[in-house]
């Protein structure tokens, strides 16, 4: 149940079910809508025919709207996995953000929305004790299929609150680089350290299409300011202090 503090309308998806074998939710995960208004996402979000649904939507003004009860299995994640498990709708609680996404324009997030974003995940976190590294973006889990909430989306103002994982993302530089065709040992390492961070990516030890969307997803959530699918050395160096922030936590 939302905190006391934190004022939520209701409306009650049918698209629900239990949770497999009585999980625990252990994952924050965050959208955008990618729709013209709040309103239209909620009323898709309420249609059987969607088969969708989210725990809250927070619209562009801040208003935040139960969908799905924390204790039930709401399906926001799709195709996903993190950390191996490939089923993050029974591990997740789904926030879903208005904005009418890439396809839409992309509009800034408001401060108000982000506001609202912010107290509703630091409550969830709270209750649940959902970890830091634990909180992430649809692209984190679905790299490739999904994008959103995308790069402007504002982490470093989620973590400076008390939510999510973050580091200073290293500036862009000059510099070796790994793209796509490459291949060899620094390949390999590059996707066991983004393996283990929790992304999906097999160690092949081949820059491949998948290794691209991957890192991709990756700087969308900590390198936004260049979201090319290029592991350059501002990428790998800031993929690095995470690692080197979690092992210190």
């Given at each position: 149940m939302i905190g006391t503090e934190l004022s939520c309308a209701v409306l009650l998806s049918p698209n629900v079910e239990p949770r497999r074998a009585d999980i625990k939710p252990d994952i924050l995960l965050l959208h955008y809508t990618g729709m013209s208004s709040a309103e239209k996402a909620c009323q898709w979000l309420c249609d059987?025919?969607?088969?969708?649904?989210?725990?809250?939507l927070v619209d562009e003004d801040g208003k935040i709207t139960q969908m799905v009860g924390e204790e039930n299995r709401a399906w926001h994640a799709g195709e996903s996995?993190?950390?191996?498990?490939?089923?993050?709708n029974s591990f997740s609680i789904g926030i879903e953000i208005h904005n009418p996404g890439h396809s839409g324009g992309y509009p800034d997030f408001p401060p108000a929305q982000m506001d609202a974003v912010?107290?509703?995940?630091?409550?969830i976190c709270s209750r649940h004790g959902i970890r830091p590294a634990r909180v992430l973006a649809h692209s984190d889990v679905a790299p490739g299929r999904k994008i959103?909430?995308?790069?402007?989306?504002?982490?470093?103002?989620?973590?400076?609150?008390?939510?999510?994982?973050?580091?200073?993302?290293?500036?862009?530089?000059?510099?070796?680089?790994?793209?796509?065709?490459d291949q060899g040992?620094?390949?390999?390492?590059?996707?066991?350290?983004?393996?283990?961070?929790?992304?999906?990516?097999?160690?092949?030890?081949?820059?491949d299409p998948r290794t691209k969307v991957v890192v991709e997803a990756f700087?969308?959530?900590f390198r936004p300011e260049r979201v090319d699918g290029v592991?350059?050395?501002?990428?790998?160096?800031?993929?690095h202090k995470l690692q080197v922030a979690l092992r210190v936590a």
């Open positions: 059987p025919v969607s088969r969708v649904s989210c725990h809250y996995s993190w950390h191996g498990e490939t089923d993050i912010l107290a509703l995940s630091k409550d959103d909430p995308g790069e402007k989306f504002d982490w470093h103002m989620l973590h400076k609150g008390g939510v999510g994982h973050w580091v200073q993302p290293e500036p862009l530089a000059g510099g070796s680089f790994l793209q796509l065709g040992d620094p390949v390999m390492a590059l996707q066991g350290l983004l393996r283990l961070y929790g992304y999906g990516l097999e160690l092949t030890g081949v820059f700087q969308r959530h592991a350059d050395q501002s990428t790998v160096a800031t993929l």
